[in-house]
Each structure stands twice: as C-alpha cells, then as structure tokens.
C-alpha cells in the first residue's frame, strides 16, 4: 500500500463522549488514524475502532510526553495531525491534503536532505517543517484572544514530544525553528474542554498530585508552577497558591534583576502579569514597577501587562502618565498588533483599560473626554455596571 500522506494521532482514556465529534469531523480529511489508549473504562478503544482508526494501547506512566511519543511511532503518514479527543478540526478549505501540498514552501530542492521514516525527502532549507494552527477555547471563547499551536508537523523522527505534563513538540530537542513554521490559515482548532466542576474535580484527583510528584522529583518549570498555583487557586487552596507563586517570583529574580529574560519565555508574559497584579493588591508598588518594566521590556505588545502598569502608575499618583499605557491596550487590540503566544482575556485589551481612561478624564475635570471613555467602554461591554453607572453619574 502507498504511504498515507496525512495521518491523525491522538491519545485518549474515557474519551468516548467526546471521541464521535473529533473523529466524525476529521475522518474524511485524512487517511490514517491512530489512536493510544491509556486505559480507558468507557468503551473508548471501540468507539475509535467504529470509525476505522488504528486503535493500540500503552501502559500510562505520568508522562504525556512518552505516551504521545509512543504513538508517533505507530504513524506512516507523511504528515501528522496530533489532536485530543475535546478538540475539534474546523476547516474553511475543501480539501486539508491538498491545502498542504499546494503550500509552496513544503515543495523542495536539493539543497538538503531530510530523513522520514520510511523515504529520503529532499527539501529546501526553508521548507515547512510543522503547522501553527488557531487555537480557540469554546469556553468563554468571546472573552479570549486565540492562540496557535503546532498540530500538524512532518513525521519525521526529529520530532518528539517533551515534558511530563503540558509537553511540548520538539525539533531536534529544541523548539521548531521560526522560518520552517508556517501559519496555515483555513483551518483552527476549537477546544472544548471541560465544565468548570468538571476541571475542579480533575485538579484535585489527576493534575494537582501528578504536579506535586514532578516537583517533589525534579522540580517544576516556572510555567508548570504557573498552573500549578492556577489550580490551587481554582480548588481555593490559597496557601498552597500564594507558596507557588512566591517560588515562582524567586526563580524569576534573577532575569528580574539583570534584564535577562527566562530561556524558555512560554507563558512568562502571563506570569509576570500574575505576579504584578498580586503585587498591586498587596501595595507592594516597589515590586510591581520592577515587574511591569522588565516585563514590557520583554513583551511590550502584551496588553495585560500595559494595563498593569497603567493601574501602577495611577496609583502611584500619575494619572496622566498612566493615559498612555491605557490607550495603547485599546491600540494594540484595533491594529491586531498584540502578542500572540499565548491568550490573555479581552477585558485587559477593552473593556478595562477604557474605562480606567474614563475615570482618570473624569478626575482630572475633562467630562467629555470621560464620557467618551465610559461609551467606549460599554461599547465592548454593554452590560459593564461601573461604566454604565459612572454615565448615569456624569450625564444626571
């Protein structure tokens, strides 16, 4: 039989709710699927079997790396698409095959040589390499800018998957280099995820002991520690969040100080932004100021962290230094400018920032200019109360 082209990947356990809408939706786009359960009670192995995948099993270890990696190497397609049983594929193409091959950059040359498992391709040096796909949370998507995320790659045995919990694709032990990743456009990623009691219920019986073992074994990553204060939080284990969060700040110390950002920068805007806001609270304005300043250094189109600083600066006393950070959320949203590696909620980039630069108008006595704010504000937001109260104030 000729080699597939596309081949789906994924690995599931008690997925059978969730696996009909996945495959039902992906199975006419590609020609091999192959699913790794991990020890599933649910009847998933036969519902992945009902729609013609490949179905095989591995023995779970605490380490999403080394299942994913084990089913890698039951594909034979060309080209991996690596999805989870609560996402799902939207295409706007007719055809995701064809949509890949018509790509000009994956057609190569003989400038290099790259291994696939079973043929020799010869590619450009700037040939594509993997896929970043949109990626959008169906929960609250409304309130959320997407992300993107690398979904669909070459299968080539460079590729593998690292890290226990949160893994990331890796090229060669490093992250895909930029100029062989493409941004394919037609076609995103919606994730569905799971009901708020749902994904209480998970971090208190899976996520949050499997974090504890890794950190107690080798320690966390400063972004693994981020979600690892993130759900202590949401179960409303406060102490156990703000002891996170301190060790968090401490590993961080040093970039602060030098100016040095972290070497591995994912999800580093987020935590300082965490970090800042937890700081503010505190009235620690001394550790706020050196947290928004490296951090805009580091990231100066994330608009969380321009809002941040804004609500510093005012609250130190200068709120008419604080108008520039405001309005550059609100610019930074209209131009389509901001970070993208990772989402943030939209209030910080709308709702919020117009309606700090309504109070501030309104307390330096410019009332037009304050209603103008308070409209711009209800304008993403019409049901915002503040805003809405302050124009009833200002308009009486």
Avoid at 9 to 31: D, G, T
Avoid at 74 to 81: A, E, F, K
Avoid at 100 to 106: E, L, Q, V, Y
Avoid at 193 to 212: C, D, Q, Y
Wanted: net charge negative; hydrophobic share 40%; aromatic share 10%.
């Amino acid at each position: 039989m000729p080699q597939p082209f596309l081949s789906l990947c994924m690995i599931v356990k008690n997925e059978a709710h969730n696996l009909p809408r996945c495959l039902s939706l992906v199975q006419p786009y590609v020609e091999e699927m192959v699913i790794i359960d991990t020890g599933s009670e649910d009847g998933t192995p036969e519902v992945a079997a009902s729609y013609g995948a490949k179905v095989s099993y591995f023995s779970w270890c605490d380490d999403f790396a080394a299942a994913r990696n084990y089913a890698l190497e039951q594909v034979s397609g060309q080209w991996v698409l690596m999805l989870d049983a609560d996402e799902e594929l939207v295409l706007e193409v007719e055809d995701l095959i064809a949509t890949i091959k018509s790509n000009d950059s994956i057609k190569g040359n003989n400038s290099t040589t790259i291994i696939n498992k079973d043929s020799t391709q010869i590619l450009n040096p700037l040939a594509t390499l993997a896929f970043a796909l949109e990626y959008e949370e169906m929960i609250d998507s409304e309130k959320r800018t997407p992300s993107y995320r690398i979904c669909l790659f070459r299968n080539l045995p460079e590729f593998r998957y690292e890290g226990e919990y949160h893994e990331a694709l890796q090229y060669q032990g490093k992250g895909v280099p930029s100029q062989n990743l493409t941004y394919l456009s037609g076609l995103k990623i919606q994730h569905y995820g799971f009901r708020p009691e749902v994904l209480h219920a998970k971090h208190l019986t899976r996520s949050i002991p499997m974090l504890e073992r890794m950190r107690e074994k080798n320690g966390l990553s400063i972004r693994l520690l981020h979600c690892l204060a993130a759900m202590y939080a949401d179960v409303e284990q406060m102490e156990q969040a703000v002891a996170c969060s301190g060790e968090i700040f401490e590993r961080l110390m040093p970039n602060l100080m030098t100016g040095t950002p972290p070497e591995d920068f994912d999800f580093i805007p987020c935590t300082v932004f965490s970090l800042g806001v937890q700081s503010l609270q505190q009235e620690d304005y001394e550790t706020a100021r050196l947290l928004c300043q490296q951090g805009l250094e580091w990231c100066p189109n994330y608009p969380p962290l321009n809002y941040l600083t804004g609500l510093v600066v005012k609250n130190l006393g200068f709120a008419r230094g604080a108008i520039a950070y405001f309005e550059y959320c609100l610019t930074l949203i209209e131009e389509g400018s901001y970070y993208r590696g990772e989402p943030f909620d939209l209030i910080y980039a709308t709702t919020a920032p117009a309606f700090e630069l309504g109070c501030i108008y309104q307390e330096l006595g410019e009332i037009e200019r304050a209603i103008a704010s308070f409209t711009n504000a209800l304008r993403f937001d019409p049901h915002y109360i503040p805003a809405q109260e302050q124009l009833t104030l200002l308009k009486s």
